[in-house]
Each structure stands twice: as structure tokens, then as C-alpha cells.
């Protein structure tokens, strides 16, 4: 009986009890941006639903002061004081005590409380942009998974959902933006006082505040929702690209979910500091500056896809995430993986000539990597602390998860799907729901078994790879659990094959239950006999499983795709089904350099830059494993590459598309970091005239990292001019992307001792914590041990100054390149000269 509870019952929980909800939260706060300081106070109106003398809610690094505290039964007159006000560190609640049992139904929560706004870029956090050359503090929010209650008392978890009324005391010449549009502004002398109005009911992870001096643009959909992009002070031009995708999404969205957009503005905002890419906050969303900011003379196109997908995946959860939220974080990954698949398909209507679906199958390769250790995870997962919620924001929850419902979208078909979908949303707007409503919504709207379908897919870790051989006209099919160690799982899934023969016209479609099984395919397989005949499976590479060709199938497909029979999705499959077969030790890297051989007339950006990704892979391990043969296999791969680079050249054709300007970054780069000769001393030609000259048309932004990259070949300890005039560049720009391009070639220095005084740049003063893990990314290969070293050295004061994935970064690119040799199949390192 709630009566006879202690405080004790509480610690050690996975959630809040439920015998108290809050309803409506009037919440003041008032930042001293000066002082890094903030003092707030909150009126959390309850519903009692079962006796208790407690209540239990969330809050960490707040000063709560036990007299500032109380709480009112509805109708009653009355204030109740505590007799106790417990902080629990660990668990990070407030255990409110009181002396009686407290009348059930309607009452009033008031605390007052003030805390610090950190450096950490959570909870309530300060961000440094300058003005008029003055350095200057803003404050901002971000509170997913779990941080609202280092801004403020509350029911932090997304099932908690409540009405917000905010109210903020700022300095009167800032701007203060929150989730809802202001309704009146108070000044009095240095202050103001800020009324927004009350929000629809949200989730406290999605609530937003920001105080600082801004810029924006602003337009309105076709629909009158007032959309704004806000910018540091005479930066809003590099807005409008942003706004204008923005304007377009929420129309598509509207359309696509069957719901208007709940609310009556959009705000998006570019914040100097900021942990991650971008954040959904119900009608304020917060993004690095990178991926809100295009500027039309110095971003590159891939900096304009990057703005583009990354608003158009923070709008799609302002319906899936905000309106339908998440039961638990267990259906983390239907918010992100949702998010991500939908982002692909708004880009693909607005800008078709970016083959994005074809990109898209980047995001799949990067969750089957991870998916294919032993470590990995399901994508539903339980989660019982807190500290357990950060780490499923990974590849698994992203990338699998958008994998897989675009295979089930194949699979039901588009117009279904999303008929479904909508059902759902309706179902449960302004509720919550878990992975298992989206299926049964699916199933209602398919007639499909989508719920073990599905359950095959994200209730176990892992894929299958699905081994095909052909025996006497049956297609012998068998699947097993693909890891990259080599080993075998025991996973088993329902597996969506579609498959075609010759060509594209005929397709077969199945599920395929069990461990092994033969088709009688005869029907499909006329061609069979044919010289030229081939078949394919996971047919544009929907499906999220890899597949194993014996080796009479798979010499006929390397055939087709000499002779350009075979669809770009499928050309980038084969080659990454090979590639990732090859590295867990089941083919010989001969046949995988064989295959890459094939595709000597790529033309698809997608397929040629993954041709470029796993060279350039393969080297790196070659270095390691056997040094030897290095030089063989680079000139095998400058040979392949070089063609493809003189046909490109370095200067844009006029009217050449987006996936051009892309490839000829990729490429350039590429042939800079196998030391291609030519290549660096045309980027080093360019570079020198502009350093002299900014604007000069020798270098436009496509093309820098591939100059910066090939310049670092040439520095050395000795001779260090290349890495002081980067830095120069770096140190005169006002732009993040570019910072961000210099960063990105600092450490691609074949002398370690660069390495390291580059690696020591990233702790000074002059690089932003969240820029960190763009130099990390730039460590040439040959130089991890360095990187591994100076790590270790460094540790202790890593770990105080970064939280959160920019810590795990470190140690992820220092050690993964090291520890993955170890199952190259030994026999394989020799690089034949025949080649
Ligand atoms: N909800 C996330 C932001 C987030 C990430 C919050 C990690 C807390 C922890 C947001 O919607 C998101 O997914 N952002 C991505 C960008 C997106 C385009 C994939 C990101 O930050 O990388
Ligand atoms: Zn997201």
C-alpha cells in the first residue's frame, strides 16, 4: 500500500513510479548569461491516481532548496510542505516526502530552484559565438534522452507527457525563442520578461529554450506556418538554402502523414556548440551550424545534401517523434530509423538528380558493419539506467532501422505503407506508442504477417548472408548469420527475397522462413542456358542481408556488370557483399580486386566513391598486415582510379550535376592519399594561388579537402608550411564547413610527428570540442598507433573536457583500424603482379 512506502523503493529504478502524472508545467527560467548561472522556478499541476506520500520526479545538478518547495491539492487552499526533499545523485530523482497521504486527484507542485549552464552541450548549456568581435555567451538547450531535469524538476521520460507554459527573464536586447510563439514581451530597464504560448502536450526531451543575438530569414509554407531560420548576426543569408527546404518539407510531410503540422511556427536555429547534428525540439530545432548553413560561394554540394537530408529528418520527427512519440526508449530506433528513411524520401522529391535512394545504401553498409560484431544489439533494446539511453543512438538504431523499414516498404509496397502510416499517426497523436503498434497498423492496412516479419528483424542482433547456388534448375538457398570475425550465428530470419534473371523485367518475390531451402524456379530461368545470363537477389538492394554467390554465379555477375546490365543499387551490392565476404575471411581478396576491376566504367557517384571507400580500406590494412605488398596494390588502385580523374579534371564543366561535384571531391582525395603524384602537385598548384586569393575560381569548395588532403602529403617535420598556411585558412574563416575541411586533412600527414601536433591542436583553445572528432577522422592510416598513444597520454584530460559520443569517438578511431586486421584471411595479402 502506497502509504507504508520509503524513500528507499525508489533508488535503483529503470523508471519514475506512475502513481503521480504531471499534467501542465508553468515554468519560468532566468539565465545570467554573463554569470553561466540560472535560477527558475516550476508549477507542475498533478494527477494524483493512487495514495502516496511521496512524489518522485527527475532532476540533476539543480539546487533544490527544501523551503522552496511545495505542494497543493486542487481546491483544497492549502500548501503542503515536505518534511523531506531527497536528491538521489545516482538515480538522479527528487524524492519529495510529506508528512500525510496526499488526496487523490488534482494538485500543484511548486519548486524553486537554480543551477549552473555548463560547458558539456546538455541540459541547459552556454554556447560562445562572437559579436562585433566581442566574445559572448549564449544559452541554449538540448535534453534528449535525458537532460530537461538539469534545466528543471520534471517527469523526464517520454510517456510523461504535459502541457508546457514558459516564461523567460533574459537581458532585453536578446532574442528568447521556445517551442511556441511569443505572446508578449515585458521590458523593464536591462530585462524583459518573455510570455510564450502554452504548447500542445509534448514530451519533456522535445522541450527547447535559447537566449542570444540573432539574425534569421523568414518565409511561410503554402499552408501560412510561419517557418524562421536563425543565424548569427549577418549570417542569415546562409539560411535561405535551409529555409527553402524547409518551407517544402513541412507541405510534403503534411501530406505524406495526412496530419497538418501540429504547430502554429518552425523555428530552426544554427548553434555554435552543439554535441550532435541537428535536434527536433517541437517547433525549435537546433542545429550545428554545418547542417543548417550553406553559404553559395564556399560550401561544397556535399554540404548542401548534408543541410537538405538533415532538415528534412528533423521535420519527419516533428510528426514521428513529437506528435507520435516513443512508449520507452526501446522504440528509440522508430524515431531515428523512421527519421532517416523518410529524410531519403524528401530529398529524392526535391532533388531527384541526387540519386539519393542509391546513397541511401551508405547508411545500410555503415549498420550492417556494425551489426556484423558479436557486441552488437537488437534494435529493440531493454534499457534500465539512464546512462544506458546515449549508446543505442548508433548505427543500429539509424541506419538498420531506416534499412529496415524501407525493406518492409518494398516489400508491403509504397502506397500501403503509407496509408498505414497515417492510420498510425492519427491513432496515437499526441499519445505514445511502441514498435509493435506500427506493425499492427501495417498488418491491418497489408493483410501482411507483419509482425513476424518484422520481429525476426529487431528483436535479434545481427543479418543473415543468404548463400545462393544453382543445382539442376532449383536455386539452392541457405541462410546463416553473417559476422565479420567469420564465425557463424545462430540467428535465423524471415527474409524478403526478390530475385531477377537477365534482366528486370521478371521478378520474383518470397519470404524465405527457413535455414536452407530449393526453389523451382524454372519458369524465371529461360535465360538460364544463355551465355550472357545472370541473377540477382536482393534486387536494388531493399533488403537488409548480404548475399553469397557460389562462384559460377558470381563470375556471371561480375560479367554483367562489365557489360552494364546491372542497376547502380546492384553494382554497389555485389561489390559490398564481396567486399565484406572477403574481410571476414570466406573469399580471397584476389577475387574482390577481380571485382573491382569490373566496374572500370562506373558511372554512378555512389558505386564509385564505395569502390574508393574499400581501396582505400584495403590499403589501409595492407600497410599493416603486409607493407610489402603496399606499393603493389597502390599503383593497382592509382591505375584504376586515374582514368576516372582525367575524365573529371578539377575544374566544374558548366551545367554539370550535384553527383559530379561529389565525385570529383571523392575521387581527388582518394588519389591524394595514395600519394598520386600528379594529383598533388596540381592541388598544390592550386592551393598556393588560393591562399593568395579566397575567391579564386581555382579552388572552389568541391575541391578543397581533395587540395588540403594532398597538400599534407608534401608537409614534414622539417618543412611545415603546407600545415601553417591550413591553418591560416582555418584561423581567417568565419565559415564552420570550411573549418571543419581543414580539420579534416590536418592529421593525413605521413610524418607521425605532424600527426601528433595535430592531434595536440584539437585541445587547444582554438578548436571547438564538437569539432574534435573531424580531425580524429582525418588520421591517415599508417599513424593509429600515434593517435593510440597520444590518446592514452592525453586520457584524463580528455575525459573531464568531452561527454557522450564525442568521447567515445576518441577511442574509436584510434583503435578500430588497428584491431580489425586481426581475420583477414591469411592467404590473401599477396597483391598479384598480373593485375
Ligand atoms: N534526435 C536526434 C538528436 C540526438 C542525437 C539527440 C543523439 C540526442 C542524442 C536527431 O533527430 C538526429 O537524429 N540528429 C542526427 C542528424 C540526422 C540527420 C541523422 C545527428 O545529430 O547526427
Ligand atoms: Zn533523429
Not at 199 to 216: K, N, Q, R
Not at 588 to 606: F, G, M, N, P, Q
Not at 669 to 675: F, I, K, R, V
Request: glycine share 6%; net charge negative.
Amino acid at each position: 500500500m502506497a502509504a507504508e512506502q520509503s524513500a528507499e523503493q525508489f533508488r535503483g529504478q529503470a523508471r519514475l513510479p506512475g502513481f503521480a502524472a504531471p499534467r501542465r508545467y508553468d515554468l519560468r527560467l532566468a539565465p545570467d548569461l554573463a554569470a553561466c548561472a540560472f535560477a527558475g522556478s516550476v508549477a507542475v499541476d498533478l494527477h494524483v491516481a493512487a495514495p502516496t506520500r511521496f512524489l518522485v520526479l527527475n532532476a540533476a545538478e539543480l539546487d533544490v532548496a527544501p523551503g522552496g518547495v511545495g505542494f497543493a491539492p486542487a481546491g483544497s487552499g492549502q500548501v503542503l510542505q515536505p518534511v523531506e526533499v531527497t536528491n538521489v545523485p545516482e538515480d538522479e530523482i527528487l524524492i519529495i516526502c510529506f508528512n500525510e497521504v496526499l488526496p487523490l486527484g488534482e494538485g500543484t507542485l511548486t519548486i524553486e530552484f537554480q543551477g549552473t549552464l555548463n560547458d558539456k552541450m546538455h541540459g541547459f548549456y552556454r554556447s560562445v559565438y562572437e559579436l562585433n568581435g566581442e566574445k559572448k555567451n549564449m544559452a541554449v538547450t538540448q535534453f534528449e534522452p535525458a537532460d530537461a531535469r538539469r534545466c528543471f524538476p520534471c517527469w523526464d521520460e517520454p510517456a510523461f507527457k504535459a502541457v508546457f507554459k514558459i516564461t523567460l527573464e533574459v537581458p532585453s536586447e536578446t532574442v528568447a525563442l521556445s517551442n511556441m510563439p511569443v505572446t508578449e514581451e515585458k521590458v523593464n530597464g536591462p530585462t524583459k520578461t518573455v510570455y510564450f504560448q502554452e504548447s500542445p502536450i509534448m514530451s519533456t526531451y522535445l522541450v527547447a529554450v535559447i537566449v542570444g543575438i540573432f539574425d534569421y530569414v523568414e518565409d511561410f509554407t503554402t499552408d501560412g506556418t510561419r517557418v524562421r531560420v536563425y543565424t548569427q548576426v549577418g549570417k542569415s543569408a546562409q539560411g535561405k538554402f535551409a529555409l527553402e527546404v524547409a518551407l517544402k518539407t513541412l507541405v510534403l510531410f503534411k501530406e505524406y502523414f495526412a496530419v497538418p503540422y501540429p504547430l502554429p511556427k518552425m523555428d530552426m536555429i544554427a548553434i555554435p556548440d552543439f554535441a550532435s547534428g541537428a535536434m527536433e525540439n517541437y517547433g525549435l530545432v537546433t542545429y550545428r551550424e554545418t547542417a543548417l548553413l550553406f553559404d553559395e560561394k564556399h560550401s561544397a554540394a556535399a554540404n548542401k545534401q548534408r543541410v537538405a537530408v538533415v532538415v528534412a529528418h528533423e521535420l519527419a520527427h516533428q510528426w514521428f517523434g513529437n506528435l507520435v512519440t516513443m512508449e520507452w526508449w526501446t522504440h528509440l530506433w522508430l524515431n531515428e530509423g523512421f527519421a532517416t528513411w523518410v529524410s531519403y524520401l524528401a530529398a529524392d522529391q526535391f532533388f531527384p538528380e541526387w540519386n539519393v535512394w542509391t546513397q541511401f545504401l551508405e547508411e545500410s553498409t555503415t549498420g550492417f558493419k556494425l551489426d556484423a560484431l558479436a557486441g552488437s544489439h537488437p534494435i529493440e533494446v531493454d534499457i534500465n539506467h539512464v546512462d544506458e539511453i546515449d549508446e543505442i543512438f548508433d548505427a543500429i538504431s539509424y541506419r538498420k532501422g531506416a534499412s529496415v523499414i524501407r525493406m518492409l516498404q518494398s516489400y508491403l509496397g509504397a502506397e500501403v505503407f503509407q496509408k498505414s502510416l497515417a492510420a498510425y499517426i492519427k491513432r496515437f497523436a499526441y499519445s505514445n506508442a511502441k514498435t509493435e503498434d506500427l506493425w499492427a497498423a501495417l498488418e491491418e492496412g497489408s493483410g501482411e504477417p507483419v509482425r513476424t516479419l518484422m520481429h525476426s528483424w529487431t528483436k535479434q542482433q545481427g543479418y543473415p548472408v543468404v548463400s545462393v547456388k544453382l543445382k539442376d534448375g532449383k536455386l539452392q538457398l541457405e541462410q546463416t548469420q553473417f559476422l565479420s570475425s567469420g564465425s557463424t550465428g545462430v540467428g535465423q530470419w524471415v527474409v524478403p527475397i526478390t530475385l531477377c534473371c537477365c534482366s528486370y523485367s521478371h521478378q520474383e518475390k518470397f519470404l524465405f522462413h527457413g535455414k536452407q531451402e530449393d526453389f523451382d524456379l524454372s519458369g524465371l530461368m529461360e535465360c538460364q542456358n544463355k551465355e550472357n545470363f545472370w541473377i540477382k537477389l536482393n534486387v536494388n538492394q531493399t533488403s537488409f542481408y548480404r548475399v553469397s554467390y557460389d562462384e559460377e554465379l558470381a563470375s556471371r555477375l561480375r560479367y554483367a556488370i562489365e557489360t552494364n546490365k546491372l542497376s547502380a543499387a546492384d553494382r554497389y551490392g555485389v561489390l559490398d557483399d564481396t567486399y565484406a565476404l572477403c574481410m571476414a575471411g570466406k573469399q580471397k581478396l584476389v577475387s574482390l580486386l577481380h571485382l573491382i576491376a569490373a566496374y572500370k566504367d562506373e558511372t554512378e557517384y555512389t558505386v564509385l566513391a564505395q569502390v574508393i571507400t574499400i581501396s582505400l580500406n584495403i590499403a589501409e590494412m595492407m600497410a599493416v598486415a603486409a607493407p610489402e605488398e603496399l606499393g603493389n596494390l597502390k599503383k593497382f588502385l592509382i591505375d584504376f582510379l586515374e582514368p576516372f580523374a582525367q575524365k573529371l579534371g578539377w575544374d566544374a564543366k558548366s551545367g554539370e550535376g550535384h553527383l559530379n561535384a561529389l565525385l570529383r571531391g571523392t575521387l581527388l582525395t582518394a588519389l591524394a592519399e595514395l600519394g598520386h603524384e600528379a594529383t598533388i602537385n596540381e592541388a598544390v598548384r592550386r592551393f598556393n594561388v588560393f591562399l593568395e586569393d579566397r575567391e579564386t575560381p581555382l579552388l572552389p569548395p568541391d575541391v578543397r579537402k581533395a587540395a588540403y588532403v594532398a597538400l599534407m602529403q608534401t608537409v614534414n617535420k622539417s618543412n611545415k608550411t603546407g600545415y601553417e598556411s591550413l591553418l591560416k585558412i582555418y584561423r581567417e574563416t568565419d565559415l564552420s564547413q570550411e573549418k571543419v575541411r581543414v580539420l579534416g586533412s590536418l592529421a593525413s600527414c605521413p610524418d607521425p610527428v605532424v600527426v601528433r601536433e595535430a592531434l595536440d591542436f584539437i585541445l587547444s583553445p582554438e578548436v571547438r570540442n564538437q569539432d574534435a572528432i573531424f580531425l580524429l577522422r582525418g588520421v591517415c592510416s599508417g599513424a593509429h598507433e600515434v593517435a593510440w598513444q597520444w590518446l592514452k597520454e592525453n586520457w584524463d584530460y580528455i575525459l573531464g573536457a568531452y561527454s557522450g559520443t564525442l568521447l567515445t569517438y576518441f577511442v574509436n578511431i584510434t583503435v578500430s583500424p588497428v584491431s580489425s586486421i586481426t581475420h583477414l584471411h591469411p592467404t590473401s595479402l599477396v597483391i598479384p603482379h598480373s593485375l
